[in-house]
């Protein structure tokens, strides 16, 4: 048995490391104690954490989006290109970040894990514009490891000729990650008569501090108010056992969101059967396919796979609110389609039972939380150069 010193954001470690491993996982806080985290005034001081327990034995260091300074062998796992040293504010930052990312190129530095195509092509991009030759040290390193999840059902779900359909958005974002979509379908459903009830499981958070939102919050006040309709049961907050059960008896998980580098809770929902409603952004579609597992709400794209208005450079003007407006209708109307043709099926039973035994496949061949634990506790022991 090996100890793994898993280190960095460890709050996105869970879905990333074995969940029955037959190693010792132990978790890092932030440096120097996990209290009062140096990486606050310097984000440098986070590359550290693996020493705050260099007086107990460990074998391997497992860091999430921080590359670590340390001797041990070690492994990271990343979700986009974050993780990289960039933008130094002096010539100080300058040394240290080339040094630090440089790590990533040192031989214990074993694998570079991304959780997604997304995330491997935006971590290559972002290291071959820099001026070093870290790319070709680099690039034999990437492997992608999608996250992993206990699949919590033996077989595709029944629609049982039901004339009503159940949705459920969880986000705590609830702009970014589509809540204002989901609103204003179930509006829409209500006005048309649609057998649609909506559950929206968030904490509201919206406005400034969110990248794609509209900073002024009352611009959402007219949608929030959405949250009163008789087809719409709206919760702050459940327990995480209390969600995966409504995600369970829910017909589809709609996640109509503007920007998402992964997007866990869908990985969640195909592992439970659950078809699902999410757009094309980032990585969303290497889960999500059109007919198959679900359906793909259709935005426009950049080259980078991101919202072609994410980060608009007019953020604060009145311009942007009506991109974004016009966004959330836009998204509401696509899935207020689909929703109005799957009604129209005659062979909804069967169609239904194909798309939930499309999500299952999806989470048993990707995102099998057995079969990640059996790479994982293998790649561990390579790492530590244990046969």
Same mark, same amino acid.
């Given at each position: 048995?090996? !100890? ?36 606050? $005034? #310097?984000?440098?001081? =986070? ?17 999430? @989006?921080?590359?670590?300074?340390? @001797? ?8 986009? !290109?974050? $993780? ?9 930052? &300058? ?18 894990? /991304? ?24 690039? %034999? ?57 909506? &559950? ?33 049961? &709206? %919760? =702050? ?13 829910? +017909? ?7 920007? +998402?580098? &992964?997007?866990? =809770?869908?990985?969640?929902?195909? =592992? ?17 396919? %059109? ?15 991101? #919202?072609? @208005? #994410? ?9 942007? #609110? +009506? ?8 998204? /509401? ?47 561990? /022991? ?6």
């Amino acid at each position: 048995m090996l !100890n793994i010193m898993v280190a960095g954001d460890v709050h996105m470690s869970l879905p990333n490391v074995p969940r029955y491993s037959k190693h010792k996982l132990m978790l890092a806080r932030p440096f120097p104690t996990g209290k009062y985290p140096f990486e606050k $005034f #310097w984000a440098p001081f =986070s590359s550290l954490n693996a020493y705050q327990y260099f007086w107990r034995k460990y074998q391997v260091v497992h860091a999430f @989006n921080k590359i670590q300074y340390t @001797n041990k062998p070690w492994i990271i796992t990343f979700e986009d !290109n974050r $993780f990289l040293y960039r933008t130094p504010r002096n010539s100080f930052d &300058y040394l240290v970040y080339e040094s630090l990312n440089n790590r990533l190129g040192l031989e214990n530095c074993k694998k570079m894990i /991304a959780i997604s195509d997304y995330a491997k092509m935006r971590c290559l991009n972002l290291i071959r514009d820099f001026k070093n030759n870290l790319l070709e040290k680099l690039e %034999h390193k990437v492997d992608i490891i999608y996250p992993n999840f206990p699949i919590k059902v033996k077989s595709p779900k029944k629609f049982e000729n039901k004339q009503s359909l159940q949705l459920v958005f969880v986000g705590h974002q609830v702009a970014r990650k589509g809540g204002i979509v989901a609103l204003r379908l179930a509006k829409k459903a209500k006005k048309m008569g649609l057998p649609l009830q909506i &559950y929206i499981i968030s904490a509201l958070k919206h406005g400034l501090g969110v990248p794609t939102d509209f900073p002024d919050q009352t611009k959402y006040e007219d949608d929030l108010k959405l949250l009163d309709l008789d087809n719409v049961v &709206y %919760h =702050s907050s459940l327990p995480n056992d209390k969600v995966l059960e409504l995600l369970l008896q829910s +017909d589809f998980h709609l996640l109509a969101t503007l920007h +998402d580098t &992964y997007g866990y =809770s869908v990985t969640e929902s195909l =592992s439970l059967g659950t078809p699902v409603i999410s757009t094309n952004v980032c990585a969303l579609p290497e889960s999500v396919r %059109h007919g198959d597992n679900g359906y793909v709400l259709q935005l426009e794209l950049n080259k980078l796979r991101h #919202w072609k @208005n #994410w980060l608009h450079e007019e953020l604060n003007t009145d311009k942007y #609110w +009506d991109i974004l407006n016009n966004t959330y209708e836009y998204l /509401a109307n696509q899935a207020l389609q689909l929703i109005m043709e799957f009604f129209e099926r005659t062979d909804r039973g069967e169609h239904y039972e194909s798309l939930s035994a499309g999500a299952l496949a999806q989470a048993l061949n990707f995102n099998n939380a057995e079969k990640q634990n059996q790479l994982f506790d293998q790649l561990y /022991a390579e790492v530590a150069g244990v046969k």
